[in-house]
């Protein structure tokens, strides 16, 4: 059974950081697409960033510079460091794996099978 859990979500001020943990169980995450999505109740989720095995990334454009998400494949783990945080990031979380690379749909919901249960982000002003 494939599991999926995040860590690392909790309370900050504007312009702090977070860094994001999902370990992966019962798959070998190195060869598909894992991508970070985030939801506010009442609103469409929405995508954050996607990596592919290889390294090669998308990053959604409201989170561009500030946002970047990496993996490591021998510990099959994926990572999100959030940095200069605004309240509009407030958001639970997801991680989720792909049933493929996931090339040129990184960022499509469509792409990915498996999701952890969510960390909470919050970022007051």
């Known amino acids: 059974q494939v599991q999926l859990a995040e860590s690392g979500g909790g309370s900050v001020q504007a312009g702090g950081s977070l860094n994001l943990s999902c370990s992966v169980s019962?798959?070998?995450?190195?060869?598909?697409?894992m991508a970070w999505f985030r939801r506010v109740p009442g609103k469409e989720g929405e995508a954050v960033a996607g990596?592919?095995?290889?390294?090669?990334?998308n990053t959604a454009e409201s989170v561009k510079g500030r946002f970047t998400i990496s993996r490591d494949n021998a510990k099959n783990t994926l990572y999100l460091r959030m940095s200069s945080l605004k309240p509009e990031d407030t958001a639970t979380y997801y991680c989720?794996?792909?049933?493929?690379?996931?090339?040129?749909?990184?960022?499509?919901?469509?792409?990915?099978?498996?999701w952890g249960q969510g960390t909470q982000v919050t970022v007051s002003s």
């Open positions: 989720a794996l792909g049933a493929n690379r996931g090339h040129g749909r990184l960022l499509k919901s469509e792409t990915y099978v498996h």
């Open positions: 019962g798959a070998v995450a190195s060869n598909y697409a």
């Open positions: 990596i592919d095995p290889i390294g090669g990334r």
